[in-house]
């Protein structure tokens, strides 16, 4: 019965001692417990000072006690904590919600379920601009009072993307933005995952319902699930905003950028991919999703 042997002769002793209530379950409680140290004194000058402080921790509670003269350690001010409150005679504040910024209501997006899974091109795009979660710049600034939002699409299955810049990040962008995306993908889009940043409400929102497409939210404080376009954010930071020596006019800039998505989904092979181009993937991979000539991306 998985007992050790000492067990069995204890009860054996107990029941010969004592009859059947020898065998009655009885205190664990050891017979040596450590006994308080501290005077009744000390005691209430911690609880004074953790009334005053009631966020400090023991730590904190024994360099005060300290320059009072007091020569204790850390580990007793926390054990006089802990008794404290096993007596019921500290109670710690109870924790407030103070955050103003409520979350605003959102009547088409929803969490993405548990059970979704995107098995060809379309079935997921994820979309992002640059933030300061996303461990990238929070905005593209080539020049000191020139800055520009990067809109970027990335699409789970096929790595393909779409990327756009504009001078500010707002819903109407957003939703325009999106009129590009289908427009230059080569397959039809059926879910778009966004996180909670402002430009992917109001316009944006009502244009994803417009055209039927599934629109996934993220959790707050999880960018890690949207880690394609997170990495896309880096990959065009690093091989296109980093190398670009052009115009920084809006129209040239777009046009530079626009070059650089061609050469991004139609040349450039991806470890992921099996060092295919995202568009030689799809043709290989998925070639019912792509009409005939549009995988030339322009």
Not at 1 to 15: A, D, E, I, N, V
Not at 114 to 141: K, N
Not at 145 to 161: C, H, I, L, M, N
Request: proline residues 7%; aromatic residues 8%.
């Amino acid at each position: 019965m998985g007992l050790p042997r000492s067990t069995l002769y204890r009860w054996q002793r107990r029941l010969e001692r004592d009859g059947p209530e020898g065998l009655e379950a009885r205190s664990c409680r050891p017979r040596h417990c450590r006994q308080a140290t501290w005077s009744p004194e000390l005691a209430q000058v911690v609880l004074k000072l953790r009334e005053e402080y009631p966020r400090w921790g023991k730590d904190k509670l024994v360099v005060l006690l300290r320059r009072r003269g007091q020569q204790v350690s850390a580990s007793m001010v926390g054990r006089i904590l802990a008794r404290l409150k096993a007596r019921g005679v500290l109670k710690e504040p109870l924790r407030r919600r103070l955050c103003s910024r409520r979350r605003r209501p959102r009547p088409y997006a929803v969490r993405k379920p548990r059970d979704y899974r995107a098995h060809q091109p379309g079935d997921l795009v994820q979309v992002d601009t640059p933030s300061a979660g996303s461990g990238q710049a929070l905005d593209v600034r080539p020049l000191p009072g020139v800055v520009y939002k990067q809109f970027t699409a990335r699409d789970v299955v096929s790595r393909w993307d779409v990327v756009e810049a504009h001078t500010r990040a707002t819903a109407r962008t957003a939703a325009g933005f999106l009129e590009a995306l289908q427009r230059r993908t080569p397959f039809v889009v059926r879910a778009i995952q966004v996180d909670g940043g402002s430009e992917f409400y109001a316009d944006f929102e009502t244009e994803c319902q417009r055209r039927g497409i599934r629109l996934f939210q993220l959790p707050p404080r999880s960018p890690k699930l949207n880690g394609a376009v997170e990495r896309a954010h880096r990959t065009h930071l690093e091989e296109f905003w980093e190398c670009y020596d052009g115009e920084l006019a809006l129209g040239p800039l777009g046009q530079a950028l626009l070059a650089h998505e061609m050469v991004y989904n139609t040349v450039r092979p991806h470890q992921a991919l099996g060092w295919k181009t995202p568009a030689e993937y799809i043709s290989q991979c998925h070639p019912d999703l792509a009409p005939s000539g549009q995988l030339s991306h322009m």
